[in-house]
């Protein structure tokens, strides 16, 4: 008894260390956390930068940002949030999970947070992703006076204000009179009173308090001495910029080069042709630089009114490419096909609604073409009815969500992108059949013919659109979305029995905002949104790219 005992402890001894030895060789998944959604009491506006890894949000100024509650606070991917201890107004009562809107959180949950200074936010699921979260006032400063010329020079970094006025209508510097003076927020304390102060000879300091805290701001007043320079501002694409400001005669001109480098010396001038410059009834004009080469430096220079700044400089955009445009690349996922290589968070761009009508079986609306191409692969895209539902062939930037009631799907739309293209290219074939399946709005296009649609466009949102065809949730695709930077589309409502080039050019609203997300469009059938098309519609898609000029 005592020998089997003593094999039993052996055996036990041997066997710990047998497992001690073994290695854990699995790696942890890495699932990529970020913030989608951000908002706090007071709110104006809010900036998330998924790259950077960054939150800035903007809230009334008169809130004091030392104890801000924070209202929404949706994380992806369900992960563990922890936010800097320090700077929590109650650290052991703020929530360890994103939420959606405070009322859904326990009665005892404490989200205010102190934001005087960025505060870290770390979000963690297998690895850790810090994010910075800043919450400043949205302070308008306003400075009016009396002949003033112009627009004051308010230096936010260095508390100081120039103000100009007309020499004629002020001849003296001793009457200054100011209308308007706000320079903090707008519940701020400034002293001495400015209606009082009216020898500015020399520049004046102002105290503005608010929130206990007390700035220095330093004004000065003076006459134009003719040196200023012409106020213009300039936009930076990848492969043109365009210079827009004000002239009163008509009279402007500019000329651009490559800038110097540690390698080569500047390029030659180029002066900006008669038909690249547009002076419009208003005094405003916009110079255009063309043939530029993304991610350079370049300088210029601008003469408006008889008057030459100096020469500054500007560096363009990169081109930001779109994954498998060609459409050549697919994964089949179970009996989904997907236009991507692969679904990984890095290639996953394109999505259909294959995933919503192979719920039942196996159907794929859209899919790759072998046979009938440009070259490679295309893409596609056949309506055709499944399960007794009507289901246009599709393909967008996005991802699907999930299948809504009985026929219906929510759809995420469109994909983080930054890029300013001019256009989209492409070859195409369609079959236009005749449309045999309607539902309210459009039972009045039975019997017509069917139309395809593809459009492209790049908006400034924050996250994915979230489209339901069930409850008629979709994109506002007009400029009174004020969200939308660009547009463009192909509608067409015939047969084109032969592969076609075409180029959608895309209309922007201005020359300076930057899109945060790109959102491009393909169906078959038009209306396939709102189950109305022709079972017989078939789009093919090939060799699409964005064009940068």
Not at 170 to 199: C, F, H, M, R
Not at 361 to 378: F, L
Not at 478 to 489: C, H, L
Request: glycine share 6%; with cysteine; net charge negative.
């Amino acid at each position: 008894m005592m020998r089997k005992g003593f094999y039993k402890i052996c055996l036990g001894v041997l066997t710990c260390l047998l497992v001690s030895c073994i290695k854990n060789d699995f790696p942890l998944p890495t699932i990529v956390c970020a913030i989608e959604g951000f908002e706090v009491d007071g709110m104006t506006s809010v900036k998330i930068d998924a790259e950077a890894r960054t939150v800035v949000a903007k809230v009334t100024d008169t809130l004091d940002v030392r104890d801000i509650r924070i209202t929404r606070l949706e994380v992806s991917n369900q992960a563990k949030v922890v936010p800097d201890e320090k700077a929590c107004i109650d650290f052991a009562h703020f929530p360890d999970t994103g939420f959606a809107s405070a009322d859904s959180l326990p009665v005892t949950a404490n989200t205010r947070v102190n934001f005087e200074n960025p505060v870290q936010f770390t979000l963690s699921l297998y690895q850790d992703y810090p994010w910075t979260i800043t919450v400043e006032r949205d302070i308008n400063r306003i400075v009016k006076v009396k002949n003033m010329v112009g627009s004051p020079l308010i230096d936010e970094d260095n508390l100081q204000v120039v103000i100009l006025v007309d020499s004629v209508s002020q001849p003296k510097l001793t009457n200054i009179e100011i209308e308007t003076l706000q320079l903090g927020p707008s519940n701020a304390v400034i002293q001495p009173d400015p209606a009082l102060v009216t020898d500015f000879t020399r520049p004046r300091i102002f105290q503005v308090t608010a929130f206990g805290e007390t700035e220095e701001w330093t004004v000065s007043v003076r006459y134009p001495t003719g040196d200023e320079g012409n106020t213009t501002t300039l936009s930076a694409w990848a492969k043109r910029a365009y210079l827009e400001g004000e002239t009163k005669t008509g009279q402007v001109s500019a000329r651009y080069r490559l800038a110097a480098t540690d390698e080569s010396a500047a390029g030659d001038w180029e002066s900006a042709l008669s038909n690249e410059i547009e002076i419009r009834e208003d005094g405003s004009f916009t110079v255009l630089f063309t043939h530029l080469k993304p991610e350079t430096t370049y300088e210029y220079e601008v003469t408006v009114d008889n008057r030459t700044d100096e020469i500054r400089t500007f560096t363009t955009e990169a081109i930001v490419e779109i994954p498998n445009l060609s459409f050549d690349d697919w994964y089949k996922d179970g009996k989904s096909w997907y236009a991507n290589i692969d679904l990984t968070e890095e290639n996953y761009f394109w999505d259909s609604g294959n995933k919503g009508s192979n719920a039942v079986g196996e159907a794929n609306p859209t899919s790759p073409e072998t046979n009938d191409v440009v070259q490679g692969k295309a893409a596609r895209l056949e309506s055709k009815t499944v399960a007794g539902v009507f289901a246009a062939g599709s393909l967008y930037t996005g991802s699907f969500g999930k299948v809504e009631g009985l026929s219906g799907a929510s759809l995420n739309f469109g994909r983080p992108y930054t890029g300013r293209p001019s256009a989209l290219k492409g070859y195409y074939k369609y079959n236009s059949g005749t449309i045999d399946k309607a539902k309210a709005p459009y039972e009045s296009l039975m019997g017509v013919k069917d139309t395809c649609h593809i459009y492209v466009a790049l908006f400034t949102w924050d996250k994915p659109f979230p489209v339901n065809t069930n409850t008629g949730t979709f994109v506002d695709l007009t400029w009174n979305n004020e969200s939308m930077v660009a547009f463009g589309e192909l509608k067409q409502g015939e047969t084109v029995r032969d592969y076609t080039a075409f180029t959608i050019p895309l209309t922007y609203r201005d020359l300076t905002t930057k899109p945060t997300y790109v959102l491009i469009v393909a169906s078959a059938s038009k209306y396939g949104d709102y189950f109305t098309g022709s079972t017989s519609s078939v789009l093919l898609l090939d060799e699409c790219e964005l064009v940068f000029e």
